[in-house]
């Protein structure tokens, strides 16, 4: 991002970093993550080779160090001392989390030597999905480029938690986490044609991951640019944690204007 950016070209970000990336929220945003790590730790598993064998311990070593630093973040106040730290951490294992979903994908397609258009189709969603957080991210730092943060700005996707895309984003989450925990009974068919339209079902839902990273990162990013060049986005274990919903923030900020 460039430096020719000031605080007031970012403003709107503070009342985001103390309301729904409040360090406090972070943390559990940080850990519901190591769910889907879990899901590509025991998929990992599930093939034999010089390859599979490697990323499970790639895996396993990711997932404990995650578990164990979230505890830590979730318990001390290293959430404050180390907010930088953190969201450094929560960027990462968002990427990761995509990356996650892909591996269970491609688990299930080599388990049974299913047919070769799904591993095209897993390549192209991997790819989509790729371009998919490349634009969000970049969209982003031109969004700041055209005033969406400043103090009045509408943000970057004019967030309202009561919109149909809001609900329908909290279904599919809900949807994605039931295939992974049902994954393994499903794994069991023999019916082949039954795990063919079961696989594109899980290539649908897992679809929604990096759609999912590529909405929530962007915003992390440029939190953590702001942390990182204004001491005053920095958050402290006294300051209020503001509700997620942006339009109270405008209420707040009117009965400031009337006192």
């Known amino acids: 991002m460039s430096n020719n950016y000031n605080e007031i070209d970012l403003e709107y970000l503070k009342k985001v970093a103390r309301g729904r990336l409040h360090p406090r929220r972070v943390v559990y945003y940080y850990l519901f993550t190591s769910l889907f790590g879990f899901f590509g730790f025991l998929s990992s598993a599930e093939l034999s080779g010089l ?34 730290l953190l969201h450094i951490f929560c960027i990462t294992y968002l990427v990761k989390m995509a990356i996650d979903a892909y591996i269970v994908l491609f688990v299930f397609t080599a388990e049974k030597n299913t047919s070769f258009i799904f591993l095209v189709l ?20 031109r969004q700041v480029g055209q005033g969406a943060f400043k103090i009045d700005g509408p943000g970057l996707y ?3 938690p009561n919109d149909k895309l809001t609900k329908i984003a909290q279904i599919g989450g809900g ?23 079961w696989l ?21 990013i440029l939190l953590l640019y ?13 300051d209020p944690m ?18």
């Not at 790639?58 to 001392?81: N, R, W």
């Not at 295939?179 to 795990?195: D, T």
């Not at 942390?227 to 006294?238: D, G, I």
């Open 51 to 84: 390859f599979w064998e490697c990323l499970f311990y790639i895996e396993m070593g990711a997932l404990v160090f995650q578990v164990v630093s979230g505890i830590l973040f979730l318990c001390t106040p290293l959430k404050f001392k180390l907010q930088k």
């Open 122 to 141: 897993d390549l192209i969603s991997l790819v989509g999905g790729i371009v998919f957080i490349i634009y969000c991210v970049k969209r982003a730092w």
């Open 158 to 160: 004019d967030y309202k």
């Open 175 to 197: 949807a994605v986490l039931l295939v992974g925990i049902f994954s393994r009974h499903a794994s069991e068919s023999n019916n082949i044609y039954i795990y063919s339209l």
């Open 200 to 220: 594109f079902g899980l290539l649908l839902l897992m679809s929604v991951v990096p759609v999912f990273v590529g909405l929530a990162m962007p915003e992390s």
């Open 226 to 238: 702001c942390k990182s060049r204004f001491p005053s986005f920095l958050v402290t274990s006294k």
């Open 242 to 259: 503001l509700p997620i919903d942006p339009s109270y923030w405008e209420e707040e900020d009117s009965k400031d204007e009337h006192l």
